[in-house]
């Protein structure tokens, strides 16, 4: 009989391609694995199957901003609980401390043991929003919390080094990366008057959208393509539709997002090192652009500018415009870009590929249930 996963998630699985990647490999690792996430949105199916991956979605009322949000975030967790109740399970994976509560409290009712997995430092990702008071006592409440879980799981050694005090266990560290894609769609850089740049990720502050947009405007011979979605959409369709070189792709499934990204000539990584959430992030676009041979552009005193410098896959910087019109003039030569996408897609092969963290994953998960 397949032991059965419970994972929770405050999105509405889009699906979300960590979560994804994770389920998937369990499932294929022999366990049964369900996904309760929460549409804000309340649009989409209650019920979805991705491959063997069932995914539920609880509704409350629409999300509409950060007020909504709070409001209905006890209904989710209420709603949470209630579904929990009819299901068998024999593990629950909590993704993210805005589902920790709610994983705790279905481990202890249920007896199972607790998962938690960390995909970034939640109280500098809530800075921008909130007072520092707030962000403290989110550290203080998880730190109590994460004590209680059975397993930790986070993205990289700088966060597993930053959690080691707070957690009961080591981390376990399953990187952002994806399956190792066929070599032969590795891209072969070829000379083009236009360079075309794409950024793909969350369309919020601290991310220099404004800035790129405004240095995009003023040089010529570019492209830049943007994708995702986030409170700066407006400001990047309006961008779009007043700049013939600035293209909005919205938010695409990540096939198609990956098309788009071997369409490209550069794939733009900038994030403000002054947000610490950022600085020890490396993110899915940095591997999926090791991985496809596409070098990056990235921001300096960040873990993305020690990977990606060290692995020689792309240019890091300090903003400003001068520097990102340099770092892309640099990268007009394609016999460059060849060489940064040879060595990115030599990483990936290397340590930055889904095929460890699949292995990695499946042992932690056989080492918890042999307790």
């Not at 990102?324 to 060595?343: C, E, H, S, T, Y």
């Not at 030599?346 to 499946?362: K, S, T, V």
Request: proline share 4%; net charge neutral; hydrophobic share 45%.
């Amino acid at each position: 009989m397949k032991s059965s996963v419970l994972m929770l998630l405050t999105n509405k699985f889009r699906p979300d391609p960590r979560v994804y990647r994770e389920a998937l490999a369990l499932s294929d690792g022999g366990y049964q694995v369900t996904v309760l996430a929460w549409d804000r949105e309340t649009g989409s199916l209650p019920v979805e199957e991705f491959g063997s991956v069932v995914v539920k979605r609880i509704t409350t009322r629409k999300v509409r901003g950060m007020a909504s949000l709070l409001l209905n975030y006890p209904s989710f967790c209420l709603r949470l609980l209630e579904a929990s109740k009819k299901m068998d399970l024999q593990i629950v994976h909590a993704h993210d401390f805005d589902t920790l509560l709610p994983g705790l409290l279905i481990s202890k009712l249920r007896r199972v043991p607790l998962v938690y997995d960390a995909h970034e430092r939640y109280s500098k990702m809530i800075a921008v929003d909130v007072p520092p008071a707030v962000c403290k006592a989110v550290e203080m409440v998880e730190a109590w919390l994460m004590k209680r879980s059975a397993l930790f799981i986070t993205i990289n050694q700088a966060m597993g080094d930053h959690y080691r005090a707070r957690a009961s266990v080591e981390a376990i560290i399953i990187a952002n990366v994806i399956e190792l894609p066929d070599a032969s769609l590795v891209k072969k850089h070829q000379p083009s008057e236009i360079i075309a740049i794409i950024y793909a990720g969350t369309l919020e502050p601290q991310r220099y959208l404004e800035e790129t947009v405004g240095a995009v405007k003023r040089m010529e011979h570019i492209e830049y393509w943007v994708a995702g979605s986030g409170r700066f959409q407006g400001f990047i369709e309006k961008a779009a539709g007043e700049t013939k070189n600035i293209r909005f792709l919205g938010f695409l499934p990540h096939e198609k997002l990956m098309e788009e990204m071997r369409r490209s000539d550069v794939v733009l990584l900038l994030l403000d090192p002054e947000n610490e959430n950022y600085r020890l992030a490396a993110t899915n676009k940095m591997a999926e652009a090791m991985a496809y041979g596409i070098p990056l552009i990235t921001s300096k005193r960040t873990l993305s500018a020690e990977i990606i410098e060290g692995a020689g896959c792309g240019i890091a910087i300090e903003w400003s415009e001068e520097n990102f019109r340099q770092a892309v003039d640099l990268l007009r030569d394609p016999d460059l870009r060849n060489i940064m996408g040879r060595k990115g897609r030599e990483a990936a092969e290397n340590e930055y590929n889904w095929g460890i963290m699949r292995r990695r994953l499946l042992a932690a998960y056989a080492k918890l249930l042999d307790k």
